[in-house]
């Protein structure tokens, strides 16, 4: 592959558009991938300069509210390009298993609307191409990864992985954790996710 006009192919894709939009979902995972997770909050940040993080009440399962807040959101806002960070394998599928079963009616219109029509573009590759265009490497990074490496040391990112690392916890249950006790991390954490996404859409593709 040719990383570098691969990359220009995505570039010719997403030129001329002004209203980028980046989400991300935060779980409670009980049983496995896509299975019984519990969606606690609904991250959302665009390229100019609006975030807003949407959070879950612990004793109450309101994970169809947060979808309907990320709807209202997008019914607003009318995003050409709706970046994340592997959210066409987990986030946006994850979000369809919730609506499924709803009402024709109650499904959410304007979120699949914008999903269906604008350009749902996965950070996972377009920083796996980068990379590979600066160190010849195809390489499939960790969100982590990628805003602490060397290449984006020079940008502003928020770099917030760090902020929930308990010891002796795995990442899913200290972000739960998180959630239910430290709040004001919680919401640093999800923050930074979105917004680095935006930081780095707009160094590689403006």
């Known amino acids: 592959m040719d990383y570098g006009s691969e990359l220009q192919r995505i570039k010719s894709m997403v030129s001329g558009c002004t209203k980028i939009m980046a989400l991300d979902l935060e779980t409670w995972i009980t049983k ?75 499904k959410f219109w304007p979120m699949k609307y914008y999903l269906g029509t604008s350009y749902v573009l996965d950070m996972m590759y377009v920083c796996a191409l980068h990379g590979a265009t600066l160190s010849g490497e195809y390489r499939i990074r960790s969100l982590k990864k990628v805003v602490n490496a060397p290449e984006y040391s020079h940008l502003n990112l928020l770099r917030s992985k760090d902020e929930i690392d308990i010891p002796g916890m795995s990442k899913g249950d200290a972000i739960v954790w998180a959630w239910k006790n430290a709040r004001d991390s919680f919401l640093r954490y999800c923050r930074g996710d979105v917004q680095d996404l935006i930081e780095l859409y707009r160094h590689i593709f403006m």
Do not use: W
Not at 45 to 66: C, M, S, W
């Open 32 to 106: 496995g991938f896509l299975q019984n997770e519990r969606i606690i909050a609904v991250s959302i940040a665009t390229i100019d300069g609006y975030t807003e993080i949407f959070t879950g009440d612990y004793g109450h399962d309101d994970q169809i509210e947060l979808i309907g807040k990320l709807s209202a959101v997008m019914d607003e806002y009318k995003p050409e390009v709706i970046i994340g960070y592997n959210h066409t394998s987990y986030d946006i599928p994850l979000m369809n298993t919730n609506t499924v079963k709803m009402a024709f009616g109650d």
